[in-house]
């Protein structure tokens, strides 16, 4: 006859229970929570209390929501280390909003004081947490399992049965079976203790020291870290030297002497476009040709740059993030010369390319009566100008270019030593010219075509089109080891959610009528139908192996004996 039952928790108080407590111990190294009571006096007792609720799971768990709900504001706040521009414009905008910000660093909420608080409180809670527990899933791994309860049938899951085979075969075919199942098992006094599973502490642990790693590669990357970007024309070049950036910025701890230093030159670039249907305008080719060179002595080689595949240059990264059309324009005073001749970068307004900037001459212009004077050409394109329209550019390519002058004189104040963008005009001090009707002076012209300023003041050639990309060089350290550590952290936590840590015992005695009896129970981690499963499993196979004697009873009272096979769930009985 067997009996299969499925105790329920036993009475702690219960002294003849007290090694069940012993047998289910350090199935985890998780720390056990304490109460917060009041620590002893002095500043030994006070430290000891910080420390243990510093390194507790609950405060660790705290400490990362803050870090998220820290940096909902660095998201949502413009940033003065991405965009000053924008910082500034808020400023304006929000006059009494902007000096709270400002004092409570959200304006730069990564280099706070009270994110960096937050960042190192997380970082020492998860070493305080780590270091202990790794040091004692070692000690687990180096031991053995405890041996079996005297009394299995207080485990969770737990089956019976008797058998005319010998003790010694039943425990010796428990141990095999077991050793075959992947579990560590060994023979403990009448019984013998198996245990499975270690697995999730590994993938427990993985996940913590992924977070330490991801911390740390983040931390560092915003330290070292730099970003810059240049508008490079076709057919010219760009080198990896601070004075090159059109924009620039970088982490506190960067310095200048840290940038990789290669070279490269723009020689074409090409884009095509859908040219019909719904998605009529959308980028089909986007790229780049350019030769580079590493080093000032570098072997020149050639490449082409895509969106989302930059160059790699040792640890920079160098990205197309834009493209736009440069006219070229020269202009010459009344007497013929030439006192301007380039290509001039103008910024994109729409997805068709219709696009904006300043034509400034600012040195060797003189009037008609030979005074001083530096002139001014506001400047609007059109890649592909429709009838009609003067607005707007009908498609993004070159099909029908058209450059709108609007030309000033005067003074553009650069001499005044205040920086000025060479995309805006300043036109306080400048004056428009008139045409006959004694309005602004405005016309549209197409490559070749040439405006004559009033009254003898010069002229105004648009001599063709160069097209421009822009470039972003980054420079982030640690990105491989964030990403690792993201990776990590993601299977180490699979592994601890999914994988249950377990342990069996089989014991096996001769009762008093001489009849050998079987006893098998399993305890997990956490309560888990797959422990009553697995013994159930592990039951049938070894009473196969050692099959029940015929007509043996345990209990005078059980009316049958059930399959040892079924392990009932927790709380019932069969």
């Known amino acids: 006859m067997s009996k299969t039952t499925a105790g329920e928790p036993t009475d702690a108080a219960a002294p003849e229970d007290l090694d069940v407590g012993v047998a289910g111990s350090q199935l985890s190294t998780a720390p056990t929570e304490s109460l917060g009571g009041v620590p002893a006096m002095g500043v030994i007792g006070w430290a000891r209390w910080f420390w243990r609720q510093l390194t507790s799971m609950r405060v660790a768990l705290l400490l990362l929501l803050l870090l998220a709900l820290g940096a909902i504001p660095g998201s949502l706040i413009p940033q003065t280390g991405t965009d000053a521009t924008k910082v500034a414009e808020f400023e304006k905008a929000h006059s009494t909003l902007a000096p709270v910000y400002e004092k409570l660093g959200l304006f730069h909420v990564y280099s706070s004081v009270w994110f960096s608080a937050i960042y190192i409180l997380l970082f020492v809670s998860l070493i305080g947490c780590i270091v202990p527990r790794t040091w004692q899933f070692v000690g687990q791994l180096r031991g053995r399992p405890p041996g ?186 009344g007497r013929g ?121 010069g002229t105004v050639t648009y001599e063709g089109t160069k097209e421009w990309a822009n470039f972003q060089v980054t420079q982030q350290p640690g990105s491989g080891w964030a990403l690792g550590g993201a990776i990590a952290a993601i299977f180490g936590l699979a592994a601890s959610l999914f994988i249950q840590r377990r342990r069996v015992w089989v014991r096996a005695v001769r009762g008093a009528d001489g009849v050998t009896v079987v006893e098998m129970a399993g305890l997990g981690r956490s309560e888990s139908a797959k422990v009553p499963e697995e013994l159930g499993e592990l039951a049938g196979i070894l009473y196969d192996r050692g099959p029940g004697a015929p007509g043996a009873l345990e209990d005078a009272d059980t009316p049958e004996s059930p399959d040892p096979r079924a392990v009932p769930a927790e709380g019932s009985e069969k």
């Open 148 to 333: 079996a309860p005297k009394r299995l049938t207080r485990l969770p899951a737990y089956t019976t049965w008797r058998t005319g085979a010998e003790p010694e075969q039943v425990r010796e075919a428990a141990l095999a079976l077991l050793k075959k199942r992947r579990f560590r098992a060994h023979l403990a006094g009448d019984a013998v203790a198996a245990e499975k599973g270690y697995l999730r502490e590994v993938g427990n642990l993985a996940f913590h020291i992924a977070l330490i790693v991801m911390l740390t590669a983040f931390a560092w990357g915003q330290l070292f870290k730099m970003e810059g970007n240049k508008l490079v024309l076709e057919g010219d070049g760009f080198s990896n030297t601070l004075t090159q950036y059109d924009d620039f910025k970088s982490g506190t701890l960067f310095d200048a002497d840290d940038l990789a230093p290669f070279s490269f030159n723009l020689k074409d670039f090409t884009g095509t476009y859908e040219v019909s249907g719904p998605n009529k305008g959308t980028p089909r080719t986007y790229q780049a040709a350019i030769t580079y060179s590493e080093g000032a002595y570098g072997k020149e080689r050639k490449t082409t740059v895509k969106v989302n595949h930059p160059l790699e240059i040792g640890d920079s990264k160098v990205y197309l993030t834009a493209h736009g059309y440069a006219p070229v324009v020269t202009v010459k005073d």
């Open 337 to 457: 010369n030439v006192v301007f001749h380039d290509a001039v970068p103008l910024l994109p307004l729409d997805s068709n390319v219709t696009s904006s900037g300043v034509i400034k001459v600012y040195d060797g212009y003189r009037d008609a009566k030979g005074a001083k004077e530096q002139l001014a050409f506001q400047a609007f394109f059109l890649p592909s100008y429709a009838e009609g329209n003067e607005v707007a550019s009908s498609f993004p390519a070159l099909l029908n270019p058209v450059l709108n002058l609007e030309p000033y004189h005067g003074d553009l104040g650069v001499d005044s030593g205040i920086p000025q963008s060479v995309y805006q005009l300043d036109k306080r001090n400048m004056k428009a010219f008139k045409d006959s009707k004694d309005l602004q002076l405005r016309e549209n012209l197409k490559p070749g075509e040439t405006m004559t300023l009033p009254n003898g003041a």
